[in-house]
């Protein structure tokens, strides 16, 4: 059997068995009581802090070309399909690269084609400026060299990783970041349209935006129509924490950038002005904002070294250290996630700490798996717009299934979930509430609690203690 034919009638067998999802493909019906689920046996009092570190614009196939983890067992391709229905064998390339591949929904339907996974080519490619020879030839099909991730195939080889891990998502990164945050990027509550596109500002993004600042609505036929200024107003998992008194904090080099999740909701923003014409954010919840300056440029290290961890920490990179493609000098994201997870591993935080380390989409990159369709109360979740593709899973613990391979469906919702169950919060509703997943194959709560071993990187968490580099967010999406 042919390799397209092969990966149409596995999109056959998902459109089939859609409606059945459940913990085999994290979807479900709509919930919306306010009951948590049952946490996971034996997991109580052992998880007392998680820290999702959340990286960007990559896919398995892509950054975890890794040898080790295919002969695991990972679902890792060297080859993909074309629009012509060539095969094409991945070629290695760096990290960073002086190009962007495009990540809007477009972007999506495009490479996505009715599940067949064969428009990769057909993806936008921009060039940064100031390059000669790009883009180079196929520059979609590249996968990242195993010395330019090392950090990253060691955490992988050691701990649990995820290759069914689905951005929840079918778009860039602002409504990811939403998703990661709220589990969704509805406009408010009780809506049935979600934020697909990144503002046409961006970077500039959230409730102190420009007052021209637009983002694109797409609705449950998935069909992208009408455009707010984008500052909505939803419930999310912080307000779900401080409602319980567990402390929170969201890392981010810019307060005002399409991954700044927080500015981006009204009532914990509190902007200083009537939107579209406000500056800045006012709100209490903005003490738990972090911001890096070019006196503290990595706040969470220092945070972990004074002991002053909260309970559940959002860790946004710095543009040179997110992965993000666009950019030769951006190649820090291994080495800045490795001095989290040493400097977590290396403190008494080790012994009940949870790290989840994600990316937020696919960046444009191929991926060999098509991604499952979500349909829960068709009108009310998602059936337009959830899944996306594939991105990276790592999940670090001493309580994380040691040299793991998961291969269970896992999305944004299924990390705040585990949060939710971790802490006997309640629900908010959306991605949280379609899944009955919350990574609970990912750990082994009654496991000899495993020893950590430092991750060896080209940059410790010195450098990034003392890059007085002014921080940067995305210059695009």
Known sequence: MN??????????ALAASVVLLN??????????????????????????????????????????????????????????LTS???????????LGVPYDLSHAHDAFKRMYDNGHMDGADLIQVSCSPGYTGCPPANPHFIYVKAADVSPYFQMAEQYTFGDRMFQTNEGPSFPAHQFIFSGTSAPTQTSNLFISENPNTQPAAGCISPPDSLVTLIG???VEGDKIYPCVDHQTLADELTAQNVSWRFYTPTYD????????????????????????????????????????????????????????????????????????????????????????????????????????????????VPPPKVIADGVSWGSGYVYGFRVPLIVISPYAKAAYISHTNHDFGSILNFIEQTYG???????????TDALAD????????LTFKNISAPMDAKHFLTDRTPPEGPDND
């Open 442 to 449: 990912c750990f082994n709560f009654s496991q000899t609690p």
């Open 23 to 80: 913990m085999s493909c994290g979807g479900g019906s709509t919930t919306s009581n306010n009951t948590p689920p049952t946490p996971p046996p034996n997991s109580a009092g052992k998880i007392k802090h998680v820290v999702i570190i959340f990286q960007e614009n990559r896919t398995p196939d892509n950054l975890f070309h890794d040898p080790a983890l295919i002969a695991a067992g990972a679902d890792i391709s060297s080859t993909e």
């Open 425 to 435: 919060l309640g629900q908010l509703g959306w991605a949280d509430s379609n899944t």
């Open 220 to 222: 449950p036929d998935g």
């Open 257 to 368: 950038y399409i991954w700044t999740s927080p500015t981006a909701i009204e009532h914990l923003c509190v902007p200083n002005a009537a939107p579209p014409n406000a500056t800045a954010c006012t709100g209490s919840a903005f003490n738990n904002v972090i911001q890096y300056t070019t006196k503290n440029p990595a706040p969470i290290l220092t945070d972990i070294a004074s002991n002053n961890l909260a309970t559940v920490s959002w860790v946004i990179p710095s543009a040179p250290n997110s992965d993000h493609a666009s950019n030769p000098a951006w190649i820090g994201g291994p080495s800045w996630v490795a001095s989290i997870v040493n400097a977590i591993g290396n403190s008494p935080y080790w012994s009940n700490t949870a790290i989840i380390v994600a990316w937020d989409d696919w960046g444009g990159w191929p991926d060999h």
């Open 84 to 94: 012509t229905g060539q095969t094409v064998t991945m070629q290695p390339g760096s």
């Open 3 to 12: 390799r397209k034919l092969a990966v149409a009638l596995c999109a056959l």
